[in-house]
């Protein structure tokens, strides 16, 4: 009976009984967790300034920095773009530290650090390309789930991606595209209603009443006022004082109008350098709000 014992443990079945429970061991990856940590402290620390309403180090008033974080790109479905990337980090990390070392846990963690990566250069574009701006945490961030997708990479099980390579690289581009074009018409206002009659009709009567409207395509106050008028703003009288982007001279008819700060609306020789709701500028202009519906 020993020996049938002994027989049993050294048999083909006993080893892949051993071989199978190693493979569902929770090993954790510390590479991938350390580097998630990092990404959740960044995150974490720009998530608290933008809820208590203070800016983060490197951001001083007016700097690329500062005009990132008031864009629209800052936030999504109202809540700082940095907590969403928060969670993401958190979600890396726990899948590294959770779930057992095989090839469904390095897919996901795949996945989801391709996405984010997929998601910090579109940021980084548009603070490039639409704000002619960087901001150095953004840059951190950049670094960092761009860390994490090589080190996820470079440590992949020997039957990774579990197909072949170029389909499901194809597979990842095009869920991050899906993602990234997403992200992108819900911050650029493309899925926003009809033009309003009653805006469009505001925005007639400020042109043809002579007030001029100030501000520069990267400021984020001049985009706040245009969303108020949403696919009306393109007929409100705007000047564009910054036609060469940020941190180049002022254009001379912005000069000559004494143009200060953005926005700045003259209204019948008076100056107000502020976002004005559409009501305000109908009192101020002589438009009849109330007889214009909606």
Known sequence: MAKARRKSKG??????????????????DWVVVGLALVGVA???????????????????EGSG??????SEWSTLLGLPVSLWGLL???????????????????????????????ISLYLTAV?????????PWCLVSLATISALLIAIFLRRPASAPGMAWGPWLLRSAGAGLVVVVALHLYSSDLLSRPESPRLAALATHLEESGVRYYGASWCPSCRDQA???????D???????????????????????????????????????????????AQLSGFDWDGHGR
Not at 11 to 23: L, N
Not at 227 to 233: E, I, K, T, Y
Not at 251 to 270: D, E, F, K, L, N
């Open 11 to 28: 048999s083909p079945q006993g080893a892949k009984g051993a071989a199978t429970a190693g493979a569902g061991r929770k090993e954790p």
């Open 42 to 60: 960044v995150t974490a620390y720009l998530t608290a300034g933008a809820w208590l309403s203070a800016a983060p180090a490197f951001c001083a």
């Open 65 to 70: 920095c500062d005009l990132i974080q008031q």
């Open 88 to 118: 993401l980090y958190a979600l890396l990390g726990l899948i590294a530290f959770r779930m057992p070392a095989k090839l469904k846990r390095w897919r996901r963690l795949w996945f989801l650090a391709f996405i984010g990566v997929s």
């Open 127 to 135: 603070g490039w390309l639409v704000l002619d701006a960087f901001c």
């Open 227 to 233: 969303r108020l008028f949403g696919a009306a703003s």
């Open 235 to 281: 007929r409100l009288p705007y000047v564009e004082c910054s036609p060469g982007g940020r941190g180049t001279p002022m254009a001379q008819v912005c000069v000559a109008a004494g143009i200060a700060t953005y926005p700045t609306w003259i209204i019948h020789g008076r100056r107000f350098e502020e976002v004005l709701q559409p009501r305000e500028l």
